[in-house]
């Protein structure tokens, strides 16, 4: 059965700080309703260079820590300690510095290869049916997570929910990604564009191209906060 069509919100920002601020708060007021509501929340990270500037000021947030749960959308077959990780980074920015107790961490052990690290992170998801928050980013290429084009983006329902990827086109090309069908398994999904080099992207996604992004299609629709030049 195919996914649902995905409906966008096209959320503009003058500068990438406005933009920054708006995610943060967004994450912010997110966690602060989930955790009134449910008493946890459970928020899958973006990887690559756009979230930084986001995890360093959720550092400085005065936030319920200890309700928090923090799952990673998709992560580099390197070493655990390599500065390219997306878990580094998230960790150095941000989750070093904050109060989550380390079980409510689960970092990709992406460090085991693709198919192990797949396998048991998939075991990990399996007690979490709905995530509260998913961040993702956009590659130059429409790619999302580490879901690529012309590779498995798993965007059915009988799709597994987390995928080995062999060979892909952005460093390194062993990589470990939550599919499209278990990243849409979300209460809130919100993409962060920013830099020149995104228009083609963003250009293709505004037009219809399947590119990757545009197989994300929670049932809420997705948010894109996004640089006000790129839609020119
Ligand atoms: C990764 C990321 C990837 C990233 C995009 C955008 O492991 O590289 O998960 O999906 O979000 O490539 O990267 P930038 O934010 O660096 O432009």
Not at 66 to 94: I, K
Request: net charge negative; hydrophobic share 45%; with cysteine.
């Amino acid at each position: 059965m195919s996914p649902p069509p995905q409906q966008c919100r096209w959320q503009k920002f003058n500068t990438t700080v406005e933009l920054e601020q708006a995610a943060t708060q967004a994450i912010l007021q997110a966690a602060l309703q989930d955790i009134s509501q449910r008493g946890t929340f459970h928020i899958v990270l973006a990887g690559g260079t756009t979230p930084r500037r986001i995890y360093e000021s959720l550092r400085k947030a005065d936030a319920d820590w200890a309700a928090w749960h923090v799952y990673f959308g998709d992560e580099r077959c390197l070493p655990a300690d390599h500065v390219d990780r997306n878990s580094w980074m998230a960790a150095q920015a941000w989750l070093n510095h904050v109060a989550i107790p380390l079980t409510h961490i689960y970092p990709i052990p992406a460090e085991n290869g693709p198919q192990a690290a797949a396998s048991a992170y998939a075991q990990t998801l399996a007690g979490i049916e709905l995530f509260d928050f998913v961040l993702l980013g956009l590659g130059e290429d429409g790619h999302t997570a580490s879901l690529f084009p012309g590779h498995e983006l798993g965007s059915t329902a009988d799709s597994p929910a987390v995928i080995a990827v062999e060979n892909a086109p952005k460093y390194p090309p062993q990589r470990v990604s939550l599919s499209a069908h278990r990243l849409s398994a979300a209460r809130k999904v919100m993409f962060m564009v920013s830099g020149a080099m995104k228009q083609q992207a963003v250009r293709d996604w505004r037009c219809g191209v399947a590119i990757p992004a545009a197989a994300i299609s929670p049932t809420s629709g997705v948010d894109v906060y996004l640089e006000a030049a790129l839609l020119v």
